[in-house]
Every structure is written in structure tokens, then in C-alpha cells.
């Protein structure tokens, strides 16, 4: 059971009950430490910063924190947020318990979080937690342009990242994210307008593993390249896909060897590379240069072929399986009819069979109702051999 909150010792010296719900509240939970605040309780509260910023209640409707065995929320008293100056170093007014809490992001920024108290002002925007936040950004708007001309204007701006707590910024460029964004149709960093035509990135994979010899047999060294290998799941620009090529090798490399991390990782005698990255409209064929590499020794295979393949076994399925649910349908309205067939059973086969066929089945049955048994002769000898001769 989890430790009393604040709010719920106050109620009970108050005289409230565990059965009792009072305003503003939520009813009694143990695994909540009692009674909670609702959410319109929470929206109509003011906090304060120990620097005396004021926060509405909407900040802390998210959850909370717990952190050195306390919950750090506005049940106790000592609800947090982030601090949105972003200082360097810890502020002194903090409470104690977290001037060892710290979290460093990747921008730079090192977040600190800041216990409320409750308070009697009314809420203005004027010294507020969100005009200081504000006021951080807007000085990042400045800091930015300044960023910008020092590059000349080849920078991306959704390809950045602002330090709040250093005040930088730092830029770096990847074409894969604009492909898979596709939300520009000039690229600053380019300093070009994006090509209308769209293409992909076409790669080839080499893999190359050791085959165990047996006895006498020596280990064998095999090696197969799939080529045609399409890197976005969506055409791009050509102008973005060259940019992959040139700039974005790397990230096509870690791409590919995540995927085969399960087959790399057991199999220590397995190498994958990405050989003949290129960007096109559509990947064509070299057919004699996969007929020299067949002579050399290495097989080859087309991922397109792959896909095609999957795809029919993929359709075979889903036929097959379509046919044994229709069969199932036909035998059900063949042994119950329609009246006696449950509800179920109605809606599948309304779905599977259209009207002409049911009306068929039920046909099937009632003539198999009508038309009277097969009479059957029992026989007493095992064989023809066995019958008696008939008398002369």
C-alpha cells in the first residue's frame, strides 16, 4: 500500500472518511496514497517557483515525479517542473532533496526541476513560468539569425538544435530526414531548388559467411549479393536522393545493420556491405554484370524478385484460408439451415456467399431431408466364397 499523501492526513484530521469522496477529489485509492485531486481541481489552482514565477495548475496534469522515496506532487504540496531558464549551474533556492537531480539532454541542455508551492496570487502572464519559457525562445529566434548569417544561410532550421543553457546553436544536415519529411522545395543547406522528379536510393548487399566442411570437405567460403534494394519507403526528390548518396552513406550503413543485428550477432563469420548506392528514377538490370558474377562464383538475386515472390506466397495464403472459411460456412448452413444457424454464423456466411449460393445449400439440404434413406442389404458371409451352392 503506498504511503499516505498529504492532502488525505489533512481530510482525515478534518473528519472525512475512506468511503467519502469531498470535493474536488477523486475517491479513495490506496496505490494513490488516498484521495487525489481532480483535474478541474488541479486547472483552478496558482503555484509558485522558489524563485516566485507563477504556474498554472495545467502543468502539473501529466503525472509526477518521484524521486529520494517522494512524490514530488500536488497532493503533497511539492509538485515540479522544469525549470525554463536552464541555468549551468543548479539554482540555491531549490529544495535540497534535488540538487542532485540533473538531466542532460542531447541539444546541450541540462534540465532541472524546480518544487512548487501553492499560492494565494491571482495568476498573470506577467512573471509567469510561461513568459520566461517564451522569453527563452524568443531569444533564440535572435541568436538563430545571427547563426544563420555567420553560415551564409546554409543552415536548416529544422535541422538544429538551440542550446538553452549554453545559448548555441548547432546545426548538422540529413538528407534521409527531408526525404522522409519531404516538407521543403528549397533546401537552404543545398542552396538549391528540390528536383520535381521523384526517385529512391537503390543499394546492393553483399553477404558473405562460412559454410562448416565436414570430414574430409574443407569449410567453404559463400557469397551472394541482392541487389535492388530500395532504402526509402516512399519516392523522393532527386535532388534529396543524390544528397542521400553523397552525404547519408553512413546512416544507409547503421540502417542495414540493425536489420540484420539478430543474423551478425550469431553467426560471427557473416559479413554484410553495402556496395553501389545510387540514386535513380527506376533500377535497372545490368544483366551482364550479373552474369559475370554468377561465372565468379557469387549468386545473385534481385530484392525486387524477393518481394514479388513473398507477395504471391502472402496471396496464396489468404486464398487458401478464404477457401477453408467459405467451406466451413457451406457446411454449417448444410447441417443446421438458416433458421437454426446462430447469429454469428449468418454474418459469415452473408459475407462469404452471396444470395444465389445459399439459396443452393439450402436446397441441397432439403432435398437430402426428403429423399428417403438408401436401403442396405446386410450380408452374412464374409466372402463370395463362403455362400452356400444352391440346391439342384
Not at 503525472?63 to 515540479?80: A, T
Not at 545493420?257 to 557473416?270: I, T, Y
Not at 436446397?363 to 431431408?369: E, L, T
Amino acid at each position: 500500500m503506498k504511503e499516505v499523501n498529504e492532502l488525505t492526513r489533512w481530510l482525515l484530521a478534518e473528519g472525512w472518511q475512506p468511503e467519502d469522496t469531498p470535493p474536488g477529489t477523486r475517491p479513495y485509492q490506496d496505490y494513490d496514497g488516498g484521495w487525489t485531486y481532480t483535474g478541474e481541481a488541479i486547472r483552478s489552482m496558482v503555484w509558485e517557483t522558489p524563485c516566485g514565477l507563477l504556474a498554472d495548475g495545467r502543468h502539473f496534469l501529466n503525472g509526477y515525479m518521484s524521486y529520494q522515496g517522494i512524490d514530488w506532487r500536488p497532493e503533497n504540496g511539492n509538485p515540479v517542473l522544469c525549470c525554463p531558464v536552464f541555468p549551468s549551474a543548479p539554482c540555491p533556492l531549490r529544495d535540497p532533496l534535488l540538487h542532485t537531480q540533473g538531466l542532460s539532454c542531447h541539444s546541450g541542455d541540462v534540465a532541472y526541476q524546480c518544487a512548487c508551492h501553492q499560492t494565494g496570487r491571482p495568476y498573470t502572464y506577467e512573471s509567469s513560468v510561461d513568459e520566461t519559457h517564451d522569453h527563452v525562445w524568443r531569444e533564440a529566434d535572435k541568436l538563430w539569425e545571427v547563426f544563420k548569417a555567420q553560415h551564409k544561410g546554409r543552415v536548416c532550421r529544422q535541422q538544429s538544435h538551440y542550446g538553452r543553457t549554453t545559448k548555441t546553436w548547432r546545426a548538422y544536415y540529413d538528407p534521409m530526414d527531408c526525404a522522409n519529411f519531404g516538407c521543403c522545395s528549397y533546401c537552404d543547406v543545398l542552396a538549391k531548388e528540390l528536383d520535381t522528379r521523384k526517385g529512391n536510393v537503390f543499394y546492393d548487399l553483399r553477404k558473405s559467411w562460412t559454410v562448416k566442411g565436414e570430414g574430409l570437405f574443407p569449410d567453404q567460403r559463400k557469397t551472394m549479393v541482392e541487389k535492388g534494394h530500395k532504402l526509402l519507403d516512399r519516392t523522393a526528390s532527386l535532388t534529396l536522393c543524390e544528397a542521400i548518396v553523397k552525404y547519408g552513406r553512413h546512416r544507409v550503413e547503421e540502417r542495414v545493420r540493425s536489420e540484420f543485428h539478430h543474423d551478425l550477432f550469431f553467426n560471427k563469420s557473416l559479413e554484410i556491405e553495402v556496395i553501389n548506392l545510387r540514386a535513380a528514377r527506376v533500377d535497372k538490370r545490368d544483366i551482364l554484370q550479373d552474369l559475370q558474377d554468377v561465372t565468379n562464383g557469387i549468386e545473385v538475386i534481385h530484392a525486387a524478385d524477393s518481394l514479388k515472390a513473398a507477395k504471391a506466397q502472402k496471396q496464396a495464403r489468404r486464398e487458401a484460408a478464404k477457401a477453408r472459411r467459405i467451406r466451413k460456412a457451406e457446411a454449417m448452413i448444410l447441417a443446421h439451415g438458416w433458421d437454426a444457424l446462430e447469429d454469428t454464423w449468418k454474418r459469415r456466411a452473408e459475407k462469404l456467399l452471396d444470395e444465389d449460393r445459399i439459396d443452393e445449400l439450402l436446397r441441397q439440404r432439403q432435398i437430402s431431408k426428403e429423399a428417403p434413406p438408401a436401403e442396405t442389404q446386410i450380408c452374412l458371409y464374409a466372402s463370395a466364397s463362403d455362400r452356400p451352392l444352391d440346391a439342384a
